[in-house]
């Protein structure tokens, strides 16, 4: 790849933000939309830097609770994950009942997780949790579950057991299935804590979206939006900048 091609890839996202940013506003106006039905960028830029104060608060705490919630989800994915994917009864037996659970819409836990738990933080982390952790428990399991058994027949035949294959073959084969998982776990997560945070909770950037919602400052609303998709692609390029760097061999074909 030249130097040229690789600077066009570098900047092919900041033309592409730069147009959607000039379609959005030239549309508003070349309609005359007005700002409580559809705000213009300038009117979101501008509430971004009038309620700068409340937008920084609620973001640290919607980025808080949706990072407590990933990790919670890591943990036990990566956890179930191995123990599904390292056996293929299990496999078979848990891959339906893990599809029927994430097909149940996830803000149907919410009303339930305040009964539990009370309006607060805690619904927000555990929703965030409960839909983020399924792609990541099917990709491990499915990187440990298509190990090859030629290669697990042969390590088997060097003495290997069941645990060294699991460990020191299975995981470290199934790090670039791991990786993609994150990537998109990690956009879940921030979903799942702002509908929480939409229903039952009185912080965090769902919150402050609906109380602008109902006071119809749209500019509010949306600069909200784009706080959360800010947030949500920081994380993004950063668990793919990890997935190079960890597995650089998965993808040393497309680095030519």
């Known amino acids: 790849m030249t130097a040229n091609e690789k600077l066009r ?3 092919a996202p900041w033309i ?14 070349l309609f005359d939309v007005p700002s409580f039905i559809f705000p213009s960028a300038w009117d979101t830029a501008q509430a971004l830097v009038t309620y700068a104060g409340p937008i920084g608060v609620h973001s640290w705490q919607t980025f808080w609770t949706t990072m407590a919630g990933f990790a919670l989800g890591i943990v036990v994915g990566l956890s179930l994950g ?4 390292s056996s293929r009864f299990l496999y078979h037996a848990c891959y339906p009942l893990l599809v029927g659970f994430n097909a149940i819409p996830k803000v149907a836990f919410v009303p339930i997780l305040v009964v539990w738990f009370g309006i607060g933080s805690v619904p927000a982390i555990l929703t965030a949790f409960l839909i983020c952790f399924f792609p990541i428990v099917v990709n491990v399991a499915t990187g440990l579950a298509t190990l090859e058994p030629e290669l697990e027949d042969v390590l088997r035949v060097l003495g290997a057991r069941r645990l060294d294959v699991l460990f020191k073959v299975g995981l470290p084969r ?21 509908v929480s945070e939409t229903v039952a909770s009185n912080q965090g950037i769902g919150y402050l979206m609906m109380s602008a919602g109902s006071q ?3 500019g509010l609303v949306f600069a909200g939006l784009l706080v959360i998709s800010v947030m949500a692609m ?4 950063l668990f793919a900048l990890l997935e190079k760097r960890m597995t650089a061999w998965a993808h040393r074909g497309q680095n030519r």
Request: hydrophobic letters at 65%; proline letters at 2%.
């Open 16 to 29: 592409a933000v730069i147009a959607l940013v000039i379609i959005w506003e030239v549309t508003v106006r």
């Open 82 to 85: 191995m123990v599904v994917g």
């Open 216 to 218: 119809m400052r749209m």
């Open 234 to 237: 920081v994380m993004y390029e």
């Open 9 to 11: 890839e570098r900047l």
């Open 174 to 194: 199934s790090l670039p299935y791991f990786f993609a998982s994150l990537k998109v776990a990690i956009t879940l997560a921030f979903v799942g804590t702002v």
